[in-house]
């Protein structure tokens, strides 16, 4: 009778040893404006459960240890800049001057509870950390491994700078570019959506799936810029759904709110989040 219960008292701690796997190891960071880098292992699926589940430990911890409130997380194109001096003005040009004034101006009144968090890239994501690094901070960044960093698998080159300076001044490297867009979402307590390409479209749909389907507590997620001009193609997509029946109608459109002046954003996101100055 005992050596017949050998088999089964392995099998359960073996499964012991899988419902309890080792503690993540430490979070350590090889960027001084980085709370944790984690190291670059190549295309996401090289990666293992124990990467993840190493950036996933580290992001959480960051989170509850500093930011407990959650991030105004502020999504847009890498592609779309300021203006070059000199040259005309451009559409995409006024809304990265908007885009860093709302972030200026966000940080100012409520940015030491809720801060902006951006993909710590170029583009949009630059004019956002931008405003909140002239505001006097925090600006914070989650983001992988992309261009420089990629090439030279170096954590220290991921962050977005301006002229040579910081304009991240904490946040986190990840391993893994799937736990990098889990996370953002899920540390979400707002969303501001400027126009970008199709990451940012997974972006949104991302957030706004999560939320429609109920894993996710609803969060004010706002897309800013002209209507007209930058959102037509996604109002059309959502239509198209709604005619085919794969959607309900509303079901998006009423999760959304379109902000054609990102100025107007600080007084309508404070409201929909109940902050008072």
């Known amino acids: 009778m005992r050596a017949a219960c050998l088999p089964l008292v392995a099998g359960l701690v073996l499964l012991q040893g899988c419902a309890t796997p080792p503690a993540p190891t430490a979070c350590t960071s090889v960027a001084p404006n980085a709370s944790y880098t984690g190291p670059?292992?190549?295309e996401e699926n090289r990666l293992s459960a124990a990467d993840m589940a190493h950036d996933l430990h580290c992001a959480q911890a960051f989170k509850a240890g500093k930011y407990p409130r959650g991030?105004?997380?502020?999504?847009?194109?890498?592609?779309?800049?300021?203006?070059?001096?000199?040259?005309?003005?451009?559409?995409s040009g006024r809304l990265y001057q908007g885009v860093r004034r709302f972030a200026a101006d966000w940080t100012r009144a409520h940015g030491a509870s809720f801060p902006i968090l951006t993909g710590a890239g170029p583009g949009m994501m630059e004019a956002a950390a931008r405003g909140a690094t002239e505001a006097g901070g925090p600006s914070i960044g989650y983001t992988t491994y992309y261009g420089p960093a990629r090439e030279k698998?170096?954590?220290?080159?991921?962050?977005?700078?301006?002229?040579?300076?910081?304009?991240?001044?904490?946040?986190l490297v990840f391993t893994s570019v799937a736990m990098r867009e889990s996370m953002m979402v899920l540390h979400a307590a707002a969303v501001?959506?400027?126009?970008?390409?199709?990451?940012?479209?997974?972006?949104?749909?991302?957030?706004?799936e999560s939320i429609k389907s109920r894993q996710l507590d609803p969060v004010p997620i706002y897309l800013v810029g002209q209507r007209a001009v930058y959102w037509k193609g996604f109002e059309q997509r959502v239509q198209e759904m709604a005619r085919l029946g794969t959607i309900r109608a509303g079901e998006v459109t009423d999760l959304v709110r379109f902000?054609?002046?990102?100025q107007t954003l600080p007084e309508a996101l404070a409201r929909d989040m109940r902050l008072t100055r």
């Open 192 to 208: 501001v959506v400027t126009p970008g390409g199709t990451g940012t479209e997974w972006e949104i749909y991302q957030t706004v």
């Open 71 to 91: 991030f105004v997380v502020v999504y847009g194109s890498s592609r779309l800049g300021e203006d070059k001096a000199g040259a005309p003005s451009t559409d």
């Open 153 to 171: 698998a170096d954590a220290r080159l991921a962050f977005q700078t301006w002229q040579g300076q910081p304009i991240v001044s904490d946040g």
């Open 40 to 42: 670059y292992k190549g």
């Open 259 to 262: 902000v054609e002046d990102p």
